[in-house]
């Protein structure tokens, strides 16, 4: 069946540094990649998208190529804030099973100043 | 615009009581899910529902009901609460198949003891 796997976490990282965070699928078909966040206390919020290969989705500083040869969709940002701190989700949906999204297990990230 | 709109925010259960978590939204979106939260598991679906009239069970419905009679809520009944249903539930919606992402509710932090 269709799977994510992130990057286990919790990441500590200092302020300004240079953040990855990985994930790889497993899906029948052609997905749609996705990154979520969810800030403490709140729901998960989209922060951004791809829905081919070789597409990049990018929101607030943060990139993702949805690489198909690899099946990643590593999210990555040059210059991380303290504000940034947050659990962070994989996740894909495919045409067959677009009622769902799958997610992976989710990566806490804390930005130290 | 209010987006999905769940309640309650937290509740605490006896084992055996039953309740509904109330889900809504104002999008107009045809997709509906039910998901839980549990610590190192990422979200799970529970139910969701492609339109008014229609729904399907998903990765863990057992213990819980839906309905779909309006466009507009989704509500989740827990039918004999038990301990292992401790959880946060997130609703989300999706205009379309779901494909391009959904938008999820703040969630409802649920305890039963």
């Known amino acids: 069946g269709d799977s994510v796997t992130q990057m286990e976490g919790p990441v500590t990282l200092s302020e300004e540094a240079f953040l990855t965070i990985n994930c790889t699928y497993t899906?029948?078909?052609?997905?749609?990649l996705f990154w979520y966040v969810q800030y403490p206390g709140e729901g998960l919020q989209l922060l951004l998208k791809a829905t081919k290969a070789d597409d990049k989705g990018s929101n607030k500083g943060f990139e993702a190529t949805y690489r198909k040869e690899t099946t990643s969709f590593h999210l990555e940002k040059g210059s991380v804030q303290v504000s940034d701190s947050a659990v962070y989700f994989c996740a894909l949906s495919t045409i067959q099973g677009a009622q769902k999204l799958v997610f992976g297990q989710g990566t806490r990230l804390t930005i130290n100043p | 615009n209010a987006g999905v709109t769940q309640t309650p925010k937290f509740q605490v259960l006896k084992t055996g009581q039953s309740m509904t978590l109330q889900c809504a939204q104002d999008?107009?979106?045809?997709?509906m899910s039910w998901y839980r939260q549990d610590p190192g598991m990422g979200l799970r679906l529970i139910h969701y529902?492609?339109?008014?009239?229609?729904?399907d069970q998903g990765e863990v419905p057992n213990g819980y009901n839906v309905s779909r009679s309006t466009t507009e809520d989704f509500p989740l009944r827990l039918l004999s609460a038990a301990p292992s249903q401790t959880s946060v539930y997130f609703c989300?919606?999706?205009?379309?198949?779901?494909?391009?992402?959904?938008?999820f509710g703040s969630g409802t932090r649920l305890t039963v003891v």
């Open positions: 899906a029948t078909g052609y997905p749609s």
């Open positions: 999008m107009n979106h045809e997709y």
């Open positions: 989300a919606s999706s205009y379309g198949q779901g494909y391009y992402g959904y938008t």
């Open positions: 529902s492609v339109g008014a009239g229609i729904t």
